[in-house]
């Protein structure tokens, strides 16, 4: 069964206290893994796009990565403002279905 | 990326009435949209894809002729809700995806609350 799974659920970080976001996923084929940021009650914004392991993707603060088997989004000396849930996704080979992953609550804490 | 809008923003209707929501790609032509629903504190379940000029495609488990889903051009696409019940309460979202990229692109979400 493809699945997508992300750890922690929720995290609390101090400013500046860099750390990790990890999605590990189980499918039959990949076509791409993408990684959304959504702020409450608003929907998905889009941060990054992996299309096979090795690949590396960054922006200011933020960092993707992808093996075969996970990705992880590396948050640099996070600000406050990062604070949000982090959520990643994949498309499935074949088809156009996206499954996403349960998130990721991140607080940063001034 | 592009651009979705959804109409409207929030709603509250009664239980039994039905709702229409609009989903909007305001600068590129999506011949693929998606719909999701989201409950409190939990990730996106795909509701349906929904495809220009043809039936849409419902995931399982997803009522179809409860959740009416029509997209009638390459920038519109709609979901109704029909005879709602306050279960169906929740928070819904349309994406549309670039094929070239397969990056998907959502608009700002619709709150329905069912009373």
């Known amino acids: 069964e493809d699945q997508v799974t992300q750890s922690p659920e929720a995290l609390r970080l101090q400013e500046g206290e860099s750390s990790s976001l990890n999605c590990s996923y189980t499918v039959s084929g990949l076509r791409g893994l993408f990684w959304y940021r959504q702020d409450p009650g608003k929907g998905p914004e889009f941060l990054f796009t992996l299309y096979s392991a090795g690949e590396e993707k960054e922006k200011e603060r933020l960092k993707a990565t992808l093996t075969k088997k996970e990705s992880f989004l590396h948050i640099t000396a996070p600000k406050p403002e990062d604070s949000a849930t982090y959520l990643c996704?994949?498309?499935?080979?074949?088809?156009?279905?996206?499954?996403f992953g349960t998130g990721t609550r991140l607080k940063v804490l001034a | 990326g592009a651009v979705v809008s959804q109409h409207p923003s929030w709603v509250i209707c009664k239980s039994g009435t039905s709702v229409k929501i609009e989903c909007r790609s305001l600068d590129f032509q999506a011949t693929t949209m998606f719909w999701y629903r989201q409950f409190p504190k939990q990730s996106l379940m795909l509701m349906a894809t929904s495809n220009e000029g043809s039936k849409a495609t419902y995931e399982q488990g997803v009522e179809k002729d409860k959740f009416l889903i029509n997209h009638a051009s390459l920038t519109l696409s709609t979901l109704t809700v029909t005879s709602a019940h306050p279960e169906d309460s929740s928070f819904y979202i349309c994406?549309?995806?670039?094929?070239?990229?397969?990056?998907?692109?959502f608009g700002p979400g619709t709150r329905l609350t069912v009373t």
């Open positions: 996704a994949v498309r499935l080979s074949g088809t156009y279905k996206y499954i």
């Open positions: 994406s549309v995806s670039q094929e070239s990229t397969y990056e998907q692109y």
